[in-house]
């Protein structure tokens, strides 16, 4: 019989479970199954921190729908991955976090890398475990992809001990592996409540729908454009549901924000608001909703039916599967009036911010930025946005073409700055043929700019352009709206760092911008380069996101 080890075994679950690829760094207890990648065909993404690792296996899964996994050594290697798993938690994306733990026999002796792990991430996971037995490693590793997976999304963890991992005496014939780990059903939604849910669809004359993160990893693209083609309601998306239906779709209305004028003008004329797949909180918050209007709101969580809102009917199943039950019972009906009423109020946002855009003020103006590069978005981009005033303006100005194509530190309410590099990387591996751009401010870039050396190494092409305007943007422009003027900022302002060298240094293409006539030949210089290119453009500090 042949014997293998414990690297081994978790890395035939994750190949029978379709695993792509893992993030991580080297380490002495976890390298058993890093060995073992390339016999199981799925290549080891060596990173510069594990931090990083982390946003990738996020990044992996908010673009592709499907689980991230990401990997680091004992102790310090965990902890530097702790970050991420706290963001997939507040994202509820699936993400498989696995580390390294020290022996059993070093436990509480003072011995390297041993640190008391699981609790640190008991309450940020749906699922977390220490393997007690090698021989049940593929048990513990297949329970965690199918309850990350599951029901509403989210991380889970496993450690392993080293001297598990390590064993080479396991008996592969004496091991039991399931057949498959994960279910396809899916919740379906009450008959009685779907007939109810339809009634209040066909009778309503100005309806909305808010689609969020559950609507994308039910995997419902398909079923929403027929649901809102059928019905005439027009559709406004957000978090990881950003592109579900494009933007340029003539039903969709782009983003919901609760600061975006556009979202709260139409949920205050609304006479029925369906929220489908998401939560109320950062960026889209309870007053958004007026007391008083009919809400539908489906979810596959029952207590997130009510929370924070007084609904009217609640539907406790997949939206995807939600949707399906609905459509035969919902009219084939046109609502032109209300959609073109909605559809006027976002020409004037336009024309609004229109000025800006064609702006030639030095330093840059930030919308000038964004209008070049909305101009370079099409079906076949992804866009990754990151920092604090440069992600709002990405948001509110550039399309999301399609579901999994624009991915943003705004995702949920954790907002950690550098997901823009990493959540780059992981589009570009799981969309080898679209193009990758993320708009990051220069403050995030520096989180992850080492990661352009993993770009170089496995040659992954994304393009960075960096709003640069050499300071912590978005907290000097709100502190100063209520700071006194005898008072300095403090920690604020960074140098006018060249980032575009620094890349063109680790062998990429680098090119800085301060005219703006020139941003957009300098974007398609990058994108043309076929190399990992940074635009450092640098933009004028004294510009506040806002309406």
């Excluded at 390298?31 to 060596?46: D, K, Q, R, T, V």
Aim: proline share 5%.
């Amino acid at each position: 019989m042949a014997r293998v080890n414990g690297g081994q075994l978790v890395q035939k679950v994750f190949k029978k479970e379709g695993v792509r690829y893992i993030f991580g760094i080297p380490g002495g207890h976890i390298y058993p199954m890093m060995e073992s990648c390339a016999e199981n065909g799925i290549p080891f993404i060596g990173v510069r921190h594990e931090m990083n690792a982390s946003f990738m296996a996020e990044g992996w899964a908010l673009t592709t729908g499907d689980i991230g996994v990401c990997t680091g050594t004992a102790g310090p290697g965990f902890t530097n991955l702790v970050t991420g798993i706290a963001n997939a938690s507040c994202n509820m994306v699936p993400v498989l976090c696995m580390a390294g733990k020290a022996r059993t026999r070093e436990a509480d002796r003072n011995e390297l890398q041993d640190f008391n792990q699981l609790p640190m991430v008991a309450d940020m996971t749906k699922h977390a475990r220490s393997v007690p037995d090698g021989n049940r490693i593929p048990e513990y590793i297949g329970r965690a992809i199918s309850i990350a997976k599951s029901d509403r999304p989210g991380p889970v963890y496993i450690d392993i001990p080293r001297e598990k991992m390590e064993a080479d005496n396991y008996e592969e014939d004496d091991i039991v592996f399931q057949n498959t780990y994960v279910t396809t059903s899916k919740a379906a939604g009450c008959e009685s409540d779907i007939k109810k849910a339809a009634e209040l669809i066909n009778k309503a004359e100005r309806p909305m729908i808010i689609a969020g993160s559950g609507a994308f990893f039910s995997h419902s693209a398909q079923e929403l454009t027929a649901f809102v083609e059928k019905t005439g309601i027009p559709v406004f998306t957000r978090n990881a549901a950003r592109g579900l239906v494009p933007d340029n779709h003539p039903l969709c209305m782009g983003i919901a924000a609760g600061q975006h004028p556009i979202t709260r003008s139409t949920a205050e004329e609304a006479d029925l608001i369906i929220i489908l797949g998401t939560r109320t909180g950062y960026t889209l918050t309870q007053d958004v909703f007026p007391k008083g209007t009919p809400i539908i709101r489906v979810d596959i969580g029952a207590a997130a039916l009510t929370d924070q809102l007084d609904i009217t009917l609640g539907v406790v199943g997949d939206v995807a599967t939600v949707l399906r039950q609905l459509m035969p019972l919902v009219k084939e009906t046109t609502h032109t009036n209300w959609v073109d009423s909605i559809r006027e109020s976002l020409d004037g946002i336009k024309m609004f911010m229109g000025e800006a855009m064609a702006s030639d003020q030095t330093p840059i103006h930030p919308l000038r930025l964004c209008g070049e590069l909305a101009k370079r978005v099409d079906k076949d981009t992804i866009i990754v946005l990151d920092g604090g005033d440069t992600a709002s303006w990405g948001a509110t100005t550039l399309p999301a073409m399609g579901p999994g194509q624009q991915l943003s530190i705004a995702n949920g309410s954790f907002g950690p700055l550098g997901v823009g590099v990493p959540y780059a990387i992981a589009a570009k591996l799981a969309h080898p043929e679209k193009k990758v751009i993320l708009l990051t401010g220069d403050g995030a870039f520096g989180y992850g700019a080492m990661e352009y050396d993993t770009c170089m190494r496995y040659g992954i092409k994304i393009t960075t352009v960096i709003l640069n305007d050499s300071c912590w943007g978005m907290i000097k422009n709100s502190e100063a709206r209520k700071a006194s003027s005898d008072k300095e900022f403090v920690g604020l302002y960074l140098r006018e760092t060249h980032y575009e060298q620094v890349v063109s240094a680790l062998g990429g293409y680098g090119e800085l911008v301060t005219d703006p006539a020139g941003i957009g030949a300098a974007i398609d210089r990058a994108l043309a380069s076929e190399l990992p290119a940074v635009v450092n453009v640098m933009t004028d500090v004294n510009i506040p996101f806002g309406f």
